[in-house]
């Protein structure tokens, strides 16, 4: 079983920066794409950004590009979001989450994600 915890949430002004972090546990963390993905309010859940199990590769939603990115250390079982200039569209509740198959660069798909925390609050202010 895999346990994932995120952190940094919060409630921030249009234009500042937050960064998420997301500790895994249970599992060789090093061996699996990471993803983040959030649920606005009345809206389904979407990706946001993913990275792959050597941190070597990432990929966004056209959304996010250019002011998010995302980064890991596997030493720390532990998967970074860094999002700048934020915008109140932005605001969601974020989730980490583990691709369910190893050695596998990682998807956009919310299927191919075994694993969820439980995820943490971002609200963007205008």
């Known amino acids: 079983q895999v346990q994932l915890a995120e952190f940094g949430g919060g409630l921030v002004q249009a234009g500042a920066s937050l960064r998420l972090s997301c500790t895994a546990s249970?599992?060789?963390?090093?061996?699996?794409?990471m993803g983040w993905f959030r649920q606005g309010p009345g809206k389904e859940r979407e990706f946001v950004a993913g990275?792959?199990?050597?941190?070597?590769?990432?990929y966004f939603a056209d959304s996010v590009k250019g002011r998010f990115s995302i980064s890991r250390d596997n030493a720390k079982n532990t998967v970074y979001l860094q999002m700048n200039t934020l915008k109140p569209e932005d605001t969601a509740v974020y989730y980490c989450?583990?691709?369910?198959?190893?050695?596998?660069?990682?998807?956009?798909?919310?299927?191919?994600?075994?694993?969820w925390g439980q995820g943490t609050q971002v609200t963007v202010s205008s």
């Open positions: 249970g599992r060789t963390f090093s061996s699996y794409a």
């Open positions: 990275i792959s199990p050597s941190g070597i590769r990432t």
């Open positions: 989450a583990a691709d369910r198959i190893p050695y596998r660069v990682g998807s956009d798909s919310i299927t191919e994600y075994e694993y």
